[in-house]
Nanobody
Framework: VQLQAFGGGLVQPGGSLRLSCAASGTILRINTMDWFRQAPGKQRELVAA???????WYLDSVKGRFTISRDNAKNTVYLQMNSLKPEDTAVYYC??????????WGQGTQVTVSS
């Protein structure tokens, strides 16, 4: 299984970025596709989750600013991040759990919010 994440970068406060992550290498059904982040000196935290069936979950600090979505035909998850703040600066990781409860992490993509 491979997870390829794209879309990080440097953006000014108030700006937007869109992350994407495509999963490949298995025909197993996906249970959930999520985004985590880890800032320097902090623990990795779940930012948003998109379970099969359409249920979503967001970290309180990103509600109303971030939107997670999935393209099930492409096994791809997206994270649209608007109104970005300096405290959103972190390495963002995609995560996938399959029907057999095996799970995988993407390689991480750096998001830096700074003027």
């Amino acid at each position: 299984v491979q997870l390829q994440a794209f879309g990080g970068g440097l953006v000014q406060p108030g700006g937007s970025l869109r992350l994407s992550c495509a999963a490949s290498g298995t025909i197993l059904r996906i249970n959930t596709m999520d985004w985590f982040r880890q800032a320097p000196g902090k623990q990795r935290e779940l930012v948003a989750a998109a379970a099969t069936g359409g249920r979503t979950w967001y970290l309180d600090s990103v509600k109303g600013r971030f939107t997670i979505s999935r393209d099930n035909a492409k096994n791809t998850v997206y994270l649209q991040m608007n109104s970005l703040k300096p405290e959103d600066t972190a390495v963002y990781y995609c995560y996938v759990e399959y029907q057999d409860y095996s799970d995988y992490w993407g390689q991480g993509t750096q998001v830096t919010v700074s003027s």
